[in-house]
């Protein structure tokens, strides 16, 4: 007689630290899946606290309270096995834990054996690794729990390390890069099919990455694997969801939604998933696209901000940041600002016009040349003799700042700034200038990419006037400015940013892959010099493999010189 299960995969949206709120939505879920006949429910990685909590995890407090909304809810799930994420403390230790919940109890532990230690990832500054397998049965099908990084261990003769104290002798004698093959141990201790708890951010390659890993591990230990991952906005990083099935030779026999929350159902006849619905894939335009919008919605949503507020200038990176702001949260939350000064061409206020026009946003012009005049009055005696340069440019960028946080400051709306990539990464941009604001839409986004996101948006329906997409980009500081006067084509800096800060490459290495000596030591120096500039810069969108946030931490002090 065939063995049968259903499960549920509940790709859930979490916000960090509402404890009552994530343990309500994972009830639901709960009571979904058992009028839909499942047997099981599957949650994301830390599903009942939120992912990453970072320093919350040095607060006992907080692991109390956890402990205590975990007891809560495992009282209240019955009729169905509810598996759940979330941090443990227990004697004097903390792990990243995913519990088995069944008829109004705690019925296993499992906690996390590898912990990431990269990019975005501080898990050895919170948690100490796990020990024993956990594996459980449900209609004669044998489950057995991983933890996102738990899939990414390396093979190896470490199936008998079964114990949490072998496992941390072993790492001490072969360093804290010890990494043990938890699928491995899983498979060891008789599973026949892997749940995995995720909360694997985005970024432009990581779901293929995920993909191929998850493939590897099924065909090496023969094991079909469930990969439910989280989806939603946490300040800079950005969770996809892309839920999925494997079947024990790593063929996908189902994927849920990017960017959405769903609740999706895995029928398992004899350890073997069926094959089921699988979510269109998305191009790179339309994930990158999609991330931005999800990032934009959460993070005001989840901090309580009742709309967005920008500065229009006609250009390219207030158009994209606009549309990402109205696509995200309606046109109606939605307020953009131009601030012309003497060197506004009558282009920018025009298109600017038209665009808000065809988005159907609020709308308001305020000049800043009564202001700016004063500010040089005010300063003529202190200027006097000097010829104008950076210092009156810069001036007319803090006007406008002023402005937009004087009414984020009246009204209460957050101010997006609208800074790319390629500007953060050379210093393009001005302190409490175009870098005041809340939140940076489009920071981890360069310059080459905006106008491929504009395109994408376009081909969706025209909202960017195609002479803002046309014209040479110029912050309009000084007459007939472009910003190819300060800084090389986008397209060489943006390859050149891209290999020495997202790749590691030495500035040698560039130059050798074809890039001119003089450019590199220009974008690499100018990378350099405003790390002072980025840290002081409004946090924003993760969609690279490293942006300029919690992944990039470099001394602003150092005169450390690399050769070519």
């Not at 906690?111 to 975005?120: D, G, I």
């Not at 909360?199 to 390659?205: D, L, M, V």
């Not at 308001?364 to 202190?382: Q, T």
């Not at 472009?482 to 130059?511: G, H, K, R, W």
Request: charge should be negative.
């Amino acid at each position: 007689m065939s063995r049968k299960l259903k499960i549920a995969v509940a790709q859930i949206n979490c916000l960090l630290g509402d404890l009552p709120g994530n343990a309500a939505k994972i009830l639901d879920c709960a009571a979904r899946a058992k009028g839909a006949g499942a047997e099981v429910l599957l949650t994301p990685e830390l599903s009942l606290c939120g992912y990453p909590p970072e320093d919350l995890l040095l607060r006992d407090g907080f692991f109390r309270d956890c402990a205590a909304a975990l007891e809560a809810l495992a009282a209240a799930v019955h009729g169905i096995t509810v598996v759940v994420g979330h941090p443990q403390l227990a004697e004097g230790r903390r792990y990243n834990a995913a519990s088995v919940l069944q008829d109004g109890r705690i019925t296993a532990t499992y906690r996390k054996r590898n912990l990431p230690n990269y990019t975005v990832f501080d898990e050895e500054r919170y948690f100490e690794p796990g020990g024993e397998p956990v594996v459980f049965e449900i209609n004669g099908v044998r489950l057995g729990l991983n933890i996102c990084e738990d899939l990414w261990g390396e093979q190896g003769p470490v199936e008998a390390l079964a114990s949490a104290e072998q496992q941390r002798e072993a790492r001490a004698q072969r360093g804290r890069s010890w990494r043990a093959d938890a699928p491995r141990l899983a498979r060891a201790a008789g599973a026949e099919l892997l749940l995995v708890l995720n909360a694997s951010p985005y970024h432009t390659r990581q779901h293929v990455s995920r993909l191929s890993v998850a493939r590897n591990r099924a065909t090496e230990t023969g094991l079909a694997i469930v990969y439910a991952n989280m989806v939603g906005g946490q300040d800079e990083l950005v969770f996809d969801g892309a839920s999925f099935v494997l079947d024990a030779q790593g063929v996908t026999t189902q994927q849920l939604p990017y960017f959405e929350e769903t609740l999706g159902y895995v029928d398992i006849v004899d350890a073997v998933p069926q094959p089921g619905e699988r979510a269109p894939d998305l191009s790179f335009e339309a994930s990158v696209y999609g991330a931005l919008c999800l990032g934009v919605r959460d993070y005001l949503g989840k901090n309580g901000f009742p709309g967005a507020i920008l500065g229009m200038s006609g250009g390219i990176d207030s158009a994209l940041t606009l549309a990402i702001a109205c696509d995200a949260l309606g046109a109606d939350k939605v307020r953009a600002l131009m601030m012309p000064s003497q060197y506004t061409a009558d282009i920018s206020w025009i298109d600017s016009r038209d665009m808000v026009k065809r988005l159907g946003v609020r709308y308001d012009e305020i000049a800043i040349k009564p202001m700016f005049d004063s500010f040089l009055v005010a300063l003529a005696g202190e200027f006097h003799g000097l010829q104008a340069d950076a210092t009156e440019e810069n001036l007319q960028a803090r006007i406008r700042g002023m402005l937009l946080m004087a009414l984020s400051n009246k009204f209460g709306s957050i101010v997006l700034t609208t800074g790319n990539k390629s500007e953060m990464a050379v210093g393009y941009s001005t302190l409490y200038g175009d870098m005041a604001g809340g939140f940076a839409a489009i920071k981890d986004v360069a310059k080459t990419l905006v106008y491929r996101l504009a395109e994408y948006r376009n081909a969706l329906g025209e909202v960017i006037p195609r002479r803002i997409i046309e014209r040479p980009p110029s912050a309009e500081l000084r007459p007939g400015q472009t910003d190819q006067d300060s800084l090389p084509p986008y397209a060489v800096l943006d390859a050149i940013m891209s290999a020495y800060m997202e790749q590691n490459l030495s500035p040698a290495e560039i130059v050798a892959g074809g890039q001119r000596q003089e450019d590199v030591a220009r974008v690499v120096g100018l990378i350099k010099r405003n790390e002072y500039k980025r840290r002081q810069a409004p946090v924003g969108i993760r969609i690279t493999q490293r942006g300029f946030g919690k992944d990039w931490r470099y001394p602003i002090t150092s005169r450390y010189q690399e050769k070519f």
